[in-house]
Structure formats: C-alpha cells, structure tokens
C-alpha cells in the first residue's frame, strides 16, 4: 500500500490540487490571519454546544495564546487539520466535478475526453480537431514519408476525417467512428498497449503524488566508478534513490536521456568503443579521446590557499543546436554532468529560434546591447562549474558573425536533439548550418526519435555535404534512450521516445603529407 501524498505535501499544495479554497467557510470559528480572536471558556463551551455541522476545528487558550487539540474528531465532528479531500469518507463532502480529483496508482487510466485533469481533456479536443482517421477507406492527406508510414495504407476514396472515437482500451481518440475502429482493429493492436501505458503516464505527473525519482544524486568521491551498460547500473552506481516502479523509471528517464546521453558519449568509461559491435569509428576514437583528454584531467595538486593556486583551464562548452525542450529542464538535471565530470567546469549553450518558448515569465529577453549584441541570457549561478547561456537566434546567424570563434577540438562540442535534419518541413532551415559546422572540425552528436527518423537525416546530410564529412558513431539505439513513449498529438499513429538513436559526425580533416624529393 503507497504512502499518502499527505505525507509529502503541505495542506496549501493540496488545496491547488483539490480546487479547494484554504480559507474556512466559518470565519468566526476558525483562525484568520489579521482577525485573531481568542476565545474564553463559556464562549467555547457555548460553540461546542451549538456547533451542528461539525466545523470547529480548534480553540485557542486565552489565557495562554496556544492551539489546544481538538477531540470531537471520535465525537463525529469533522477536523480540519486534514487536508482537503482525505477526510474519512464518512464525512467526506460532495466534491464539484470540474475539481481536480488526486488520481492513485489504481485509478491513472481514463478516457482523456473525460479525464479528472482539465489538460487531459484540452488536449482530447485538440487531437479530435487535428488528426485525421487512420482507416485505408480514406483519402490521403499528407505524402507518406515511408512504407511502414500508416498513411501509406490509405487507398480508398472517401474523404478525409477527424478522429472522433476512443478507444475502450486505451481511451486514445483514433478513428472517426465505431465502425472504422472494429475493423481496423487488428492495425490499432500494435500500438494499443503503448498508447495505455502514454495515457497512464500522463494522468501519473497530474496524479498529484509526490515524484521521489526527481530527487537528483549528488556529487560522488571520484574514487566512485561509474557503471554506463545500462539505466539501471548508471542510477545504482550514482547513487540515485532506488526506483523500483517502471512507471516512475519512465518519469526519471524522460529528463535525464538528455545530460546522460552526452556523457555516456564523452566519458572514459563510454559504453561505446572501438571494439566489434561497439558502434564507435578510427576517427571517431580520435575525436573522443581528445574530448575526453579535457574531462578527465590528472590531479593538479591544487589547494585553498596561496601555494595551492594553479591555473584553471577553459571551461567545456556544449553547443545544442535547434535547442527546443531541453533548454527548459530543471537545472538539476543538467548538473548531473558536472557530477560526471567532477574536475571540470562547462558552458552550455542552447541556440534556436524556440530555446524560450514559454519561459517570457521567468526570463524576460534581455535587450541587445553593444556588450550583448544577440540578446543572450545567461545564467551564471547554478553551480560553480557550470553556466548556461540561451540565444533566441539562428546559429548560421551567429556563425557568421564569430560569436564563438576560435572553436577548439579540445574543448567543444555540438549536439543536436531530435534536429529533423532530413524532414521535409525542417531541412531547408540547416541547409546553411551543416556545412558552417563542417567547417568547425569539431564532434556533433545527433540524435532521433526513431531508425527511421535518424536514417532519414543521415541521408540528408550525406546528400547535403557529400564526402566532406567523417562518421564518428555508427547509428543505432541509445543506450539512455527515455523509457517513456511520446504522442503526436497531430497523429495519434505516431508514437515515439526521446533521444531513441544515436550517432556522430565530424568535418573530413585532411592529413598534410610531404612528397619525397627527387
């Protein structure tokens, strides 16, 4: 049997999550700030007495200024130092229907057009009014992007239409009638299950419960190996708190595949290596080692004081291209690299025209000055190794202008999640990037919601640039892929995982060779 979320949380967090108001319906019984009274001992004797709904909740000595316990919770009275809506149901009032019901692990699943969280069911309109039905009845109506795509299957001639019809089993909106539904019903099994388990996870972070696998670990001593086969070995060998429900590894798992990634990449101990099956090239061996050269430094013997000063070298920078939800992440999850790399300090950099879509209300964007000619904002104080700078800006912009010139293959690093480099809604806005990043010399990981997805952008940049590149990474499955499964909202067929592939590539560096003399 779980814990209550009572346990973990304070009585004004429940009430947001109830709907309930934090104040009491009987003033003049219960407590206000700015209005203390103090009753005297008749006057509560009179209030006990006449008291026929059960509100009294305490008194206050007047005499002695303190709470005095109430006792009337055996007598049927209710007690309102519990919080909203975990009275004993015997008492329990009549909840609003509109209110947010605080879902247990028994209960996530539900038809997200009726679900408890208003979210939920926002977001059931918007699949209802975008996605189209999957039935091979209907007409095209988009340009299939492969075989396996499910808009390849539409052969008839009817015309196109809204998903209207959930599923009973797992309450996604995926067809335009009951009808559709029956006898496409063979197609729908295969992503049935994974799309219960999407809903499932979704009602879980508005379930209101307390979330113990976003407690982050700490530094480690560096004597501290770590262990990067797998997610369950890296979190054990961390130190994280063990996490022994799937559901709440899928949670952990969507946030930390984006710092972990990169590490599980950059570190000594990467599971990827030259040896057979183990994905890593000769260049891209020579790319990493240098990397990996900077993150583990040998012991300089520095100390706090005067003798113990020595000279600190630049700090690592990560540039993430086409930066979009990982710019957004709790910091938390983004020092977990310094963790990895305790002797180091790092600058990330995201860029991208969308690095702070909904963050107006945390960050107002600075105004472009001579000193800050791009309007970046940057954020010093997270920890005292790492540093985080955001540019609303396109990098071929800030390429052209030597925003971050001189590059260092030492020192730098690109990554680019998810970049859609080969779909056709987004290829022409890295036409100019690629080869501007070519021109570095410098690594860049890449990675894909799918295989299709990533073999797609391979071919896009080997059309693109030609022979001018070096694989670093052979493509394949992530190891710190997220465990969780995404939906398209514009697609409910569409189902996919963050940072499911991986893979590396660098500019082709020519070596100068001397002809012998004559």
């Not at 009638?177 to 879980?204: G, V």
């Not at 559901?247 to 710092?259: D, F, K, M, V």
């Not at 800030?398 to 971050?404: K, M, N, R, T, V």
Request: proline letters at 8%; aromatic letters at 10%.
């Amino acid at each position: 049997m779980m814990r209550s979320s009572a346990l973990h949380a304070c009585n004004r967090c429940l009430g947001s999550i109830k709907g309930v108001p934090q104040t009491s319906k009987s003033p003049k019984l219960f407590l206000q700030l700015g209005q203390r009274r103090f009753y005297t001992r008749q006057e509560e004797r009179h209030i006990r007495a006449t008291s026929t709904d059960g509100r009294l909740l305490s008194t206050v000595n007047a005499r002695g200024g303190k709470r005095n316990a109430s006792s009337l919770s055996q007598q049927g009275i209710k007690n309102h130092n519990v919080a909203p809506g975990f009275e004993s149901n015997e008492h329990q009032p009549k909840s609003n229907p509109e209110e947010r019901q605080l879902l247990m692990p028994n209960n996530l699943f539900h038809p997200i057009s009726t679900s408890p969280s208003a979210d939920m069911r926002k977001r059931a309109a918007f699949i209802k009014q975008n996605a189209y039905c999957p039935h091979p009845d209907h007409r095209q109506t988009r340009m299939a992007q492969s075989p396996d795509d499910p808009e390849a299957r539409k052969t008839g001639s009817m015309a196109p239409k809204h998903v209207s019809f959930e599923c009973p089993d797992c309450g996604i909106p995926v067809s335009c009638s009951e009808e559709h539904w029956a006898d496409d019903y063979e197609a729908h099994l295969e992503i049935c299950d994974t799309l219960r388990e999407i809903n499932e996870d979704d009602h879980d972070l508005r379930s209101g419960r307390f979330f113990p696998e976003f407690e982050y670990a700490r530094d480690q001593i560096e004597e501290a190996m770590v262990n990067m086969t797998n997610w369950d070995t890296f979190l054990f060998s961390r130190e994280f708190q063990a996490i022994n429900d799937e559901r709440s590894l899928r949670q952990a798992t969507r946030l930390l595949t984006y710092p972990v990634t990169i590490g599980s990449i950059l570190h000594e101990l990467s599971p990827y290596n030259i040896k057979k099956e183990g994905r890593l090239t000769v260049e891209g061996l020579k790319s990493f080692s240098a990397l990996r050269y900077t993150l583990h430094p040998p012991k300089s013997g520095g100390g706090p004081d005067i003798k113990g000063l020595r000279p600190t070298p630049p700090p690592m920078r990560i540039f993430i291209l086409g930066a979009r939800a990982e710019s957004s992440l709790p910091r938390e999850v983004w020092v977990q690299l310094t963790h990895l790399f305790p002797r180091v300090s790092f600058h990330l950099i995201f860029i991208g025209p969308e690095s702070m879509t909904n963050r107006d209300e945390e960050f107002p964007l600075p105004e472009r000055t001579p000193g800050n000619p791009f309007g970046a904002v940057i954020e010093d104080r997270i920890t005292h190794s790492m540093k985080i700078s955001t540019y609303v800006e396109y990098y071929n912009t800030l390429h052209e202008a030597g925003q971050f010139y001189p590059y260092d293959p030492y020192f730098d690093c690109f990554v680019l999640f998810h970049p859609g480099l080969g779909h056709p809604a987004s290829s022409h806005e890295w036409a100019g990037t690629i080869p501007q990043l070519l021109e570095t010399k410098v690594p860049i990981i890449v990675t894909g919601y799918t295989q299709f997805d990533m073999e797609r952008d391979i071919d896009w940049v080997r059309k693109t640039v030609g022979g001018e590149m070096d694989i670093l990474m052979e493509p394949g499955e992530n190891r710190f892929r997220s465990l969780r499964w995404d939906l398209n909202d514009l697609d409910p067929q569409d189902i996919s995982c963050g940072n499911w592939g991986v893979w590396a590539f660098r500019g082709k560096r020519y070596e100068t060779t001397k002809k012998d003399a004559e």
